[in-house]
């Protein structure tokens, strides 16, 4: 097949990556790979969406590194038509973007929209993607499942809703990922509630939720795939996340621990009730952050930590969801384009 990815630039893609690891794991089955960023994006005259993209050679990589070096460095740069490829996997962070280019997420969508219009499989499905670009998207799935929450730019609001939860909170800005500026307010710290909300606000939106007891342990992050948890011969691909420093955030990226965890009962109720929701939303692959039988996060834009749980398990779960991408490009021809990019998404 012939699949594509959209990153936010080629330059900034990390060996990490889950884009990475998928794109290594098809380049060794042979299939035909693109690479472009946000702003390379063309829209014709004619109508047909091209694009600038970096495209590396297919074949069996040494590991991550190396095919990342390969793209970076010698893959040729070409002129594609988007619409030719079966698959375009969008794979950016709008929160890398908030402060030098916001106009880069919102123009991809379009653009990988009407991609989708000609006939392309675009995951996640981007019209619903559009309406996930922020926190705010959380707030659609089940209470039953989030924490208590107030969103809001008003610090007597903030200050009413910790007075309302013991004291406690848990502060971070409503478009953001990687743990960046999420703080725990208590009474040890709530003289600087003003320079904490401030900080946040200065940007938009801040979100105030209730802090839950059992995120001392950290969070388990759980890969779905089709609204489902993503699992390998009985294996989930599913980790704990924990702080290892006084710093209270678990992400990866803000130098928290990663363990090989299954979802227990609890996790697994949490994340079946948010699947009909991620289902009818065609999110192909998302990320779960569980806490408890609670969710406090789901990534929907580019889920990851996929290479850490492939590594501490040795389960090939990448090879499952290229699997998955072959099986959908032969449902597509199938059904001869009476199937909605959505239903495509999911099916």
């Known amino acids: 097949m012939k699949l594509a990815f959209v990153v936010n630039q080629i330059e900034t893609e990390q060996a990490d990556y889950t884009t990475i690891r998928l794109?290594?794991?098809?380049?060794?089955r042979g299939h035909e790979l693109?690479?472009?960023?946000l702003a390379d994006f063309i829209y014709e005259s004619s109508g047909r969406i091209c694009a600038?993209?970096?495209?590396?050679?297919?074949g069996d990589y040494a590991d991550d590194a190396a095919y990342l070096d390969h793209l970076q460095n010698d893959a040729p740069e070409k002129r594609i038509v988007v619409e030719d490829y079966d698959i375009v996997m969008l794979r950016s962070d709008p929160a890398?973007?908030?402060?030098?280019?916001?106009?880069?997420?919102?123009?991809?969508l379009l653009f990988a929209q009407l991609a989708a219009a000609h006939g392309t499989i675009v995951l996640n499905d981007p019209s619903h993607l559009t309406d996930a670009q922020n926190k705010t998207y959380f707030q659609h799935f089940p209470e039953e499942v989030r924490p208590a929450t107030c969103i809001t730019r008003h610090a007597d609001e903030v200050s009413a809703f910790l007075e309302e939860h013991d004291g406690k909170g848990v502060l971070k800005?409503?478009?953001g990922s990687g743990g960046q500026g999420v703080f725990i307010v208590d009474k040890k710290n709530r003289q600087n509630l003003n320079q904490i909300i401030e900080s946040i606000t200065r940007d938009g939106y801040a979100i105030v939720q209730e802090y839950l007891p059992a995120a001392a342990e950290g969070d388990l992050r759980?890969?779905?795939l089709n609204g489902r948890p993503l699992q390998v011969d009985g294996t989930f691909a599913s980790l704990r996340r924990s702080s290892t420093t006084e710093d209270h955030r678990s992400n990866l990226s803000a130098g928290g621990k990663a363990d090989l965890e299954q979802p227990d009962e609890a996790a697994m109720r949490a994340a079946e009730m948010c699947a009909p929701k991620l289902i009818d939303d065609g999110m192909y692959l998302a990320g779960l952050d569980i806490v408890g039988d609670r969710m406090i996060e789901v990534n929907v834009d580019s889920p990851g930590a996929l290479s850490y749980m492939e590594d501490l398990s040795g389960v090939d779960f990448s090879g499952a969801?290229?699997?998955?991408?072959e099986r959908k490009?032969?449902?597509?021809?199938?059904?001869?384009?009476?199937?909605?990019?959505?239903?495509?998404a999911v099916v």
């Open 23 to 28: 794109a290594r794991k098809a380049a060794a």
């Open 34 to 37: 693109a690479f472009f960023g």
């Open 52 to 58: 600038m993209a970096s495209v590396p050679e297919p």
């Open 96 to 108: 890398d973007e908030l402060t030098t280019r916001p106009w880069a997420p919102p123009s991809s």
């Open 173 to 175: 800005p409503l478009q």
């Open 222 to 224: 759980v890969i779905t």
């Open 321 to 325: 969801i290229i699997d998955d991408l």
């Open 329 to 344: 490009v032969r449902l597509r021809k199938n059904y001869s384009g009476t199937l909605s990019n959505r239903h495509l």
